[in-house]
């Protein structure tokens, strides 16, 4: 038997990587690069980095393992650990932005794809590591994307220069049964290793329930519910995984069919099998990791769990015990958005590949079902064939700066699995450029390298440099935490609560002044700094407590990081008069002078970056139905529905801005192309 099968009593199957162990570290010996590659829940990500560690891997370096999203970062290194038999930080640890668990006697790393970029602008030769293991590959998020054309560069020079330190770093790239082809031919046509898996059929459905008309409209979130309930008062037993697109949906989806599931009556139930409860889970990238932890337990004799999951559940996490997939067809993405000119998050149909995912978690242990809600219309006319790669459509910024600071001045050739369109790279350049972290020739300047540090957007950044160097970090720091977490204001589904939870989150709102959502959201954070039980005070105001100590967290690390640069010679000091509410104002305006907008006709705002796009107040904001009252505002981010919000908002005066604004327009993109191509 296999030393970790002992800890899954719950699991009756072998897992296809087992018989493929002696096989597989031999080929990590025997190349630099790597792909392996095997249905999702073949044991990848827990088993391989412990097969290499086993195998003496770990004399010359850890090994690095990254993956697209924290959650899975988290709890796949407690996953390990638990299967080595040690404490989680030790031998094995995670590192997420804003939260490492590791330690001196860390060998096997989990980390962010973020998190590993970050590391390598402070050791551009990872002198600490043996291997990565590039996870998740097939997912294409930008991070992972840049490091694969970094570490390909790396490797391939190294080659050729016989440092023998660096000849031993090795990679190892891992991907979902997708494009794996093409991963080996931009590998230097490595060798493809396939864990040979065993899926069992599902069976698909298209419920008809929303068509191509309601590609705009949120009506699937009630349509899905209606579909689990279905499928759990008429299916044999077997556990469901419901998917949608984020946070506030899937806690609104879960109040629903927990108020629907208590109202079955189990005695007059049709149904011939011994299924007699429903557990409702929910799953989304910001949940506290003990309750993520309890989506792998089994659920209690009798029971039927209903995991109600983002995307994550997709790839990075495999639940044991799904017979049935539910699917909404729709995923949230941060996409860059040509048509307004900024960064949004939008709720978009999935593709038709990532339906298979989807619909394959229900074949995992047997043949399954999965109920599309949509229509076969749907799947037609509004579904593309496959997912956009990140690096094609989200903003290049941040990676830009990095690769910047990395010496890589031609972004343009750089080595991309695919090339982003140029203008998508031009977009980059001038942002970086509007706030001062390049110049006129492309090259990165002293603010630029203090920018790279953060692990914050270019934006929110650029203010909080703007206020350390006005000495009033205190203003900035909480509220740049604030905006780093997510979803601090409870939002209930229940109507009789909503109403409780609104005026509570009114009142924090009045006491900051009325009409500034970052102020609202630093009055929060200092109110429940100061609350001598701060976990009371949150429930008492409708605040989730989690994620204010996660705030809590974040600004401590991020301001330890503002007195490390605070001691650089070149750090800027400025002076300025006026009241905290200016000054707050004053600096998000230097960071975000590219996200502001005039009050046009009725309640609509026009932005002022050259796009002239009209956008309206999110209903999440203080703001919201004071439109009237307001004539120039500033806002943190876009939200695409069937017309483009803009959330987390604050008025402004256009002498603020009136000084910035023509550095909007100061560069042509064909100069800054120019000096991409240098
Ligand atoms: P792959 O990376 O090939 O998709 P994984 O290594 O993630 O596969 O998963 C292998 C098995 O381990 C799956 O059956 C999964 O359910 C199980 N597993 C992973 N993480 C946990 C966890 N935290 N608790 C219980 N089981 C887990
Ligand atoms: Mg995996």
Redesign the pocket.
């Known amino acids: 038997g296999h030393p970790n099968r002992k800890l899954d009593s719950h ?1 009756d199957d072998d ?1 296809p990587i087992f018989r493929q162990r002696e096989k597989l570290i031999q080929a990590v010996r025997d190349n630099s690069f790597l792909v392996v590659t ?1 249905e ?8 391989l980095p412990q097969y290499l560690y086993q195998s003496g891997f770990c004399r010359h370096g850890k090994i690095g393992i990254t993956q697209p999203r924290r959650v899975a970062a988290i ?2 290194a ?2 390990v650990s638990q299967e080595l038999g040690y404490d989680l930080g030790r031998q094995v640890g995670y590192q997420v932005r804003f939260d490492d668990c590791t330690s001196q006697d860390t060998v096997i790393k989990y980390m962010t794809d973020g998190c590993l970029l970050r590391e390598i602008l402070a050791d551009p030769d990872l002198k600490q590591y043996s291997i990565i293991i590039l996870d998740e590959v097939h997912e294409r998020s930008l991070n992972t994307d840049i490091l694969l054309g970094l570490l390909k560069r790396k490797l391939l020079q190294s080659r050729e220069s016989l440092s023998s330190r660096s000849k031993s770093l090795k990679l190892v790239v891992m991907s979902a049964t997708l494009e794996t082809g093409k991963l080996s031919a931009f590998l230097a046509d490595c060798p493809v290793f396939s864990i040979p898996g065993r899926t069992f059929s599902v069976t698909e459905r298209f419920c008809n329930l929303i068509g191509p008309k309601d590609v705009e409209s949120s009506v699937y979130v009630k349509e899905v519910v209606k579909v689990a309930l279905d499928v759990h008062t008429c299916e044999p037993a077997g556990d469901i995984l419901v998917f949608l697109t984020g946070q506030s949906e899937i806690e609104k989806a879960c109040d629903m069919l927990y108020d629907k599931a208590e109202s079955i009556d189990y005695r007059y139930d049709v149904h011939d099998h011994s299924v007699e409860g429903l557990l409702i889970l929910p799953l989304y990238g910001s949940m506290p990791t003990d309750q993520q ?1 309890m989506i ?1 337990q089994p659920p209690p004799a009798g029971v039927r769990k209903c995991v109600v999951a983002t995307n994550i559940a997709a ?1 990075s ?4 015990g799904i017979k049935y997939v539910v699917d909404s067809g729709f995923v949230k993405q941060l996409n860059h958005n040509f048509r307004v000119g900024l960064d949004t998050l939008e709720v978009v149909p999935i593709s038709k590949s990532e339906a298979q995912q989807r619909a394959g978690r229900a074949g995992r242990t047997s043949s399954g079902k999965c109920f599309r809600i949509y229509s076969r219309e749907f799947w037609e006319k509004c579904m593309p064939d496959y997912t956009i790669p990140e690096v094609q459509r989200t903003s290049l910024t941040a990676v830009i700066l990095t690769l910047k600071c990395l010496g890589v001045h031609d972004v343009i050739r750089f080595p991309y699995l695919d090339s982003p369109e140029e203008k998508y790279i031009l977009v980059a350049l001038k942002q970086l450029y509007q706030c001062d972290a390049i110049d006129r020739r492309g090259h990165v300047t002293t603010l630029g390298r203090l920018m790279a540090e953060f692990p914050l957007p270019p934006g929110l950044t650029r203010a909080l440099l703007k206020a350390a160097s006005l000495g009033c970090e205190d203003i900035l720091l909480p509220v740049a935490a604030m905006l780093s977490v997510e979803n601090i204001f409870i939002r209930p589904g229940r109507p009789e609560k909503q109403q409780e939870s609104e005026q509570k989150h009114r009142q924090l709102a009045t006491q900051a002044g009325g009409c500034n959502d970052f102020a609202v959201l630093l009055n929060v954070f200092e109110k429940c700094k100061a609350s001598d039980t701060p976990s009371a005070w949150c429930r008492d105001h409708w605040i989730h407590w989690r994620a204010m100590k996660s705030a809590f967290s974040v600004e401590k690390q991020l301001r330890d990081i503002l007195i490390r640069l605070k001691q650089h010679p070149d750090f800027p000091v400025e002076k300025f008069d006026g009241s905290r509410s200016e000054l707050l104002r004053r600096c998000l305006c230097s960071g975000y002078f590219a996200n502001v907008a005039r009050r046009s006709v009725g309640r609509t705002f026009c932005t002022m970056d050259g796009h002239g796009s009209v956008v309206h107040i999110h209903p999440s904001s203080a703001l919201f139905e004071q439109e009237a009252q307001l004539d120039w505002i500033l806002f943190h981010d876009v939200l695409v529905t069937s017309r483009v919000y803009v959330r987390t908002i604050c008025p402004i005066r256009y002498e603020w801005v009136k000084d910035l604004l023509p550095k909007l327009h100061e560069v042509e993109p064909h100069e800054l192309s120019s000096v991409a191509r240098e």
């Open positions: 699991n897992l095997g999702t829940g073949s044991g990848k990500t827990t088993q709890t796949v407690q996953r932890r792998f790839t996490l495999t639940i044991r």
